[in-house]
Protein backbone atom coordinates (compact mmCIF):
# COMPACT_ATOMS: atom_id res chain seq x y z
CA UNK A 1 0.00 0.00 0.00
CA UNK A 2 1.35 3.56 -0.65
CA UNK A 3 2.42 4.72 2.25
CA UNK A 4 0.95 7.98 1.47
CA UNK A 5 -2.77 6.85 1.48
CA UNK A 6 -1.62 4.95 4.53
CA UNK A 7 -0.69 8.53 6.42
CA UNK A 8 -4.41 9.78 4.85
CA UNK A 9 -5.99 7.17 6.41
CA UNK A 10 -4.46 7.73 10.58
CA UNK A 11 -4.97 10.99 9.63
CA UNK A 12 -8.69 10.50 9.12
CA UNK A 13 -8.86 8.04 12.37
CA UNK A 14 -6.67 11.14 14.63
CA UNK A 15 -9.55 13.53 13.46
CA UNK A 16 -12.44 11.47 14.00
CA UNK A 17 -10.81 10.60 17.46
CA UNK A 18 -9.61 14.55 18.29
CA UNK A 19 -11.76 17.59 16.31
CA UNK A 20 -15.43 16.64 17.76
CA UNK A 21 -14.70 19.97 19.76
CA UNK A 22 -12.37 21.53 17.43
CA UNK A 23 -14.73 23.89 15.76
CA UNK A 24 -13.93 26.86 18.30
CA UNK A 25 -11.15 28.90 18.93
CA UNK A 26 -9.33 28.37 22.52
CA UNK A 27 -7.40 31.07 23.96
CA UNK A 28 -5.40 28.25 25.78
CA UNK A 29 -3.56 26.92 23.12
CA UNK A 30 -2.13 30.50 21.69
CA UNK A 31 1.97 29.93 22.69
CA UNK A 32 4.58 31.77 21.88
CA UNK A 33 7.40 30.40 19.66
CA UNK A 34 9.76 32.70 18.95
CA UNK A 35 10.63 36.49 19.05
CA UNK A 36 13.19 37.90 16.61
CA UNK A 37 14.12 40.75 14.93
CA UNK A 38 11.12 42.76 15.87
CA UNK A 39 9.02 39.57 14.73
CA UNK A 40 6.73 37.31 16.38
CA UNK A 41 5.70 33.28 15.95
CA UNK A 42 2.93 31.68 17.84
CA UNK A 43 1.40 28.59 17.64
CA UNK A 44 -2.49 28.47 18.05
CA UNK A 45 -5.57 26.36 17.21
CA UNK A 46 -8.17 27.50 14.44
CA UNK A 47 -9.02 30.73 15.32
CA UNK A 48 -12.98 30.14 14.28
CA UNK A 49 -15.82 31.06 16.36
CA UNK A 50 -19.30 29.91 15.30
CA UNK A 51 -17.90 29.91 11.49
CA UNK A 52 -16.35 33.22 11.42
CA UNK A 53 -12.70 33.43 11.15
CA UNK A 54 -11.67 35.61 14.35
CA UNK A 55 -8.13 37.36 13.72
CA UNK A 56 -8.45 40.26 15.91
CA UNK A 57 -9.36 37.81 18.93
CA UNK A 58 -6.28 35.77 18.01
CA UNK A 59 -4.44 38.73 18.31
CA UNK A 60 -5.97 39.94 21.43
CA UNK A 61 -4.72 36.99 23.08
CA UNK A 62 -1.73 37.01 21.47
CA UNK A 63 -0.94 40.72 23.61
CA UNK A 64 -2.47 38.58 26.39
CA UNK A 65 0.08 36.15 26.18
CA UNK A 66 3.05 38.84 26.26
CA UNK A 67 1.92 40.43 29.35
CA UNK A 68 4.48 40.11 32.14
CA UNK A 69 7.20 39.40 29.49
CA UNK A 70 9.66 42.31 28.30
CA UNK A 71 8.64 41.53 24.59
CA UNK A 72 5.57 44.62 22.97
CA UNK A 73 3.47 43.19 20.51
CA UNK A 74 3.31 45.89 17.80
CA UNK A 75 0.56 48.55 16.91
CA UNK A 76 0.91 47.91 13.28
CA UNK A 77 2.34 44.48 11.43
CA UNK A 78 1.29 42.44 8.57
CA UNK A 79 -0.26 38.37 9.89
CA UNK A 80 0.90 35.55 8.07
CA UNK A 81 -1.40 32.47 8.72
CA UNK A 82 0.37 29.38 8.39
CA UNK A 83 -2.25 26.62 7.94
CA UNK A 84 -1.60 23.54 7.94
CA UNK A 85 -5.25 21.62 7.76
CA UNK A 86 -5.56 19.07 4.74
CA UNK A 87 -8.20 19.31 2.92
CA UNK A 88 -9.68 15.33 3.15
CA UNK A 89 -12.60 16.72 5.07
CA UNK A 90 -15.59 18.93 4.63
CA UNK A 91 -14.31 20.91 7.95
CA UNK A 92 -10.49 21.58 6.99
CA UNK A 93 -11.58 22.28 3.73
CA UNK A 94 -14.04 24.80 5.03
CA UNK A 95 -11.93 26.49 6.93
CA UNK A 96 -8.67 26.76 4.75
CA UNK A 97 -11.38 28.31 2.09
CA UNK A 98 -12.45 30.88 5.35
CA UNK A 99 -9.12 31.87 6.21
CA UNK A 100 -7.93 32.30 1.95
CA UNK A 101 -11.00 34.25 1.20
CA UNK A 102 -10.21 36.66 4.05
CA UNK A 103 -7.11 37.80 3.35
CA UNK A 104 -7.60 37.55 -0.54
CA UNK A 105 -10.24 40.15 0.46
CA UNK A 106 -7.60 41.97 3.08
CA UNK A 107 -4.53 41.70 1.26
CA UNK A 108 -3.52 44.82 3.19
CA UNK A 109 -3.55 42.83 6.51
CA UNK A 110 -0.98 39.95 5.16
CA UNK A 111 -1.10 36.71 3.50
CA UNK A 112 -2.10 33.11 3.60
CA UNK A 113 0.03 29.92 3.15
CA UNK A 114 -2.08 26.39 3.12
CA UNK A 115 0.61 24.20 4.23
CA UNK A 116 -1.17 20.84 4.37
CA UNK A 117 0.26 18.42 6.87
CA UNK A 118 0.27 14.56 6.84
CA UNK A 119 3.67 13.58 8.47
CA UNK A 120 4.79 9.71 8.11
CA UNK A 121 3.75 6.25 8.62
CA UNK A 122 7.18 5.16 8.23
CA UNK A 123 9.12 5.24 11.47
CA UNK A 124 13.12 5.58 11.40
CA UNK A 125 13.85 2.40 14.22
CA UNK A 126 12.03 0.27 11.85
CA UNK A 127 15.30 0.22 9.42
CA UNK A 128 18.40 -0.53 10.47
CA UNK A 129 20.85 2.27 10.97
CA UNK A 130 22.14 2.45 8.07
CA UNK A 131 18.82 2.97 5.97
CA UNK A 132 18.00 5.47 8.43
CA UNK A 133 21.40 7.29 7.82
CA UNK A 134 20.76 7.31 4.44
CA UNK A 135 17.29 7.86 4.07
CA UNK A 136 17.98 11.01 6.34
CA UNK A 137 20.31 12.05 3.65
CA UNK A 138 17.68 12.17 0.73
CA UNK A 139 14.57 13.23 3.67
CA UNK A 140 14.47 16.94 1.24
CA UNK A 141 13.45 14.93 -1.52
CA UNK A 142 10.65 12.52 -0.02
CA UNK A 143 9.56 15.10 2.25
CA UNK A 144 5.92 14.78 2.15
CA UNK A 145 5.21 18.00 4.10
CA UNK A 146 7.79 19.88 2.81
CA UNK A 147 9.51 20.49 6.24
CA UNK A 148 12.70 22.07 5.03
CA UNK A 149 11.58 24.30 2.28
CA UNK A 150 8.64 25.81 4.74
CA UNK A 151 10.06 26.22 7.83
CA UNK A 152 12.81 28.07 5.58
CA UNK A 153 9.81 30.66 4.57
CA UNK A 154 9.19 31.42 7.95
CA UNK A 155 12.20 32.06 9.36
CA UNK A 156 12.82 34.37 6.24
CA UNK A 157 9.68 35.96 7.74
CA UNK A 158 11.22 36.05 11.34
CA UNK A 159 14.12 38.08 9.58
CA UNK A 160 16.56 34.49 10.16
CA UNK A 161 18.80 35.72 7.21
CA UNK A 162 18.51 39.00 7.45
CA UNK A 163 16.10 41.69 6.31
CA UNK A 164 12.55 39.68 7.33
CA UNK A 165 10.25 39.69 4.42
CA UNK A 166 7.87 42.94 4.93
CA UNK A 167 9.66 44.68 6.55
CA UNK A 168 8.19 48.02 6.51
CA UNK A 169 6.18 46.34 9.67
CA UNK A 170 7.04 44.00 11.81
CA UNK A 171 5.74 40.07 10.69
CA UNK A 172 3.32 38.49 12.69
CA UNK A 173 3.19 34.58 12.10
CA UNK A 174 0.72 32.15 13.54
CA UNK A 175 0.34 28.51 12.48
CA UNK A 176 -2.45 25.97 13.34
CA UNK A 177 -4.15 22.85 12.86
CA UNK A 178 -7.85 22.57 14.02
CA UNK A 179 -6.85 21.79 17.60
CA UNK A 180 -3.47 22.82 17.45
CA UNK A 181 -1.77 20.01 18.86
CA UNK A 182 -0.66 17.39 16.04
CA UNK A 183 0.13 18.95 12.87
CA UNK A 184 0.76 22.52 14.82
CA UNK A 185 2.94 20.46 16.69
CA UNK A 186 4.89 18.79 13.65
CA UNK A 187 5.30 22.22 12.17
CA UNK A 188 6.71 23.95 15.28
CA UNK A 189 8.58 21.64 16.38
CA UNK A 190 10.52 21.60 12.66
CA UNK A 191 10.96 25.51 13.37
CA UNK A 192 12.07 24.76 16.90
CA UNK A 193 15.07 22.39 16.15
CA UNK A 194 16.00 24.54 12.94
CA UNK A 195 16.12 27.36 14.57
CA UNK A 196 16.15 27.38 18.24
CA UNK A 197 18.26 24.69 17.89
CA UNK A 198 16.19 22.68 20.56
CA UNK A 199 16.53 18.90 20.22
CA UNK A 200 13.96 16.22 19.98
CA UNK A 201 13.17 15.30 23.29
CA UNK A 202 12.87 19.06 24.38
CA UNK A 203 10.43 19.55 20.92
CA UNK A 204 8.03 16.44 21.96
CA UNK A 205 8.27 17.23 25.50
CA UNK A 206 6.94 20.68 24.57
CA UNK A 207 4.39 19.46 21.91
CA UNK A 208 3.24 16.99 24.77
CA UNK A 209 2.79 19.84 26.94
CA UNK A 210 0.34 21.87 25.09
CA UNK A 211 -1.43 19.36 23.87
CA UNK A 212 -1.65 16.91 26.79
CA UNK A 213 -0.62 13.97 25.04
CA UNK A 214 2.11 12.63 22.87
CA UNK A 215 1.09 14.12 19.38
CA UNK A 216 0.32 10.76 16.78
CA UNK A 217 2.52 8.82 15.58
CA UNK A 218 2.78 9.85 12.33
CA UNK A 219 3.73 13.47 13.08
CA UNK A 220 5.95 12.47 15.66
CA UNK A 221 8.03 10.29 12.87
CA UNK A 222 8.21 12.87 10.75
CA UNK A 223 9.96 14.99 12.87
CA UNK A 224 12.62 12.50 14.05
CA UNK A 225 13.29 12.11 10.12
CA UNK A 226 13.74 16.39 9.73
CA UNK A 227 15.93 15.78 12.95
CA UNK A 228 18.21 13.09 11.35
CA UNK A 229 17.53 15.12 8.35
CA UNK A 230 19.25 18.60 10.25
CA UNK A 231 21.96 16.23 12.09
CA UNK A 232 22.92 14.31 9.01
CA UNK A 233 22.64 15.94 5.50
CA UNK A 234 22.75 19.85 7.07
CA UNK A 235 25.19 19.17 9.70
CA UNK A 236 23.49 20.24 13.58
CA UNK A 237 24.87 19.21 16.60
CA UNK A 238 21.41 17.64 17.77
CA UNK A 239 19.79 14.64 20.18
CA UNK A 240 17.51 13.02 17.89
CA UNK A 241 16.70 10.23 20.35
CA UNK A 242 13.22 10.73 22.21
CA UNK A 243 11.08 8.92 24.85
CA UNK A 244 8.55 7.23 22.15
Known amino acids: MNPKIIVICILFSALAQT ?3 CDSFDP ?16 CNEPKINGTFVPETLVGVMKEVLKGTELVFPEDYYLHDVNV ?103 SGAYEMRYLKQNLQQVADHDQQIAGRPIFPNFSNHLVWYCMYLKYKVGYTIDCNFEH
Open 28 to 43: KMVHLVDFDNGNFFFR
Open 19 to 21: CVY
Open 85 to 187: LTPFTKLDYGDILLEKNYFKAHPERGNFYSFPITGSIEAPWLYSPEKQYQDSLTFDTWDFDELTKRTELVGELMGKFGNAKEQDKPNVVFVHCEEGKDRTGEF
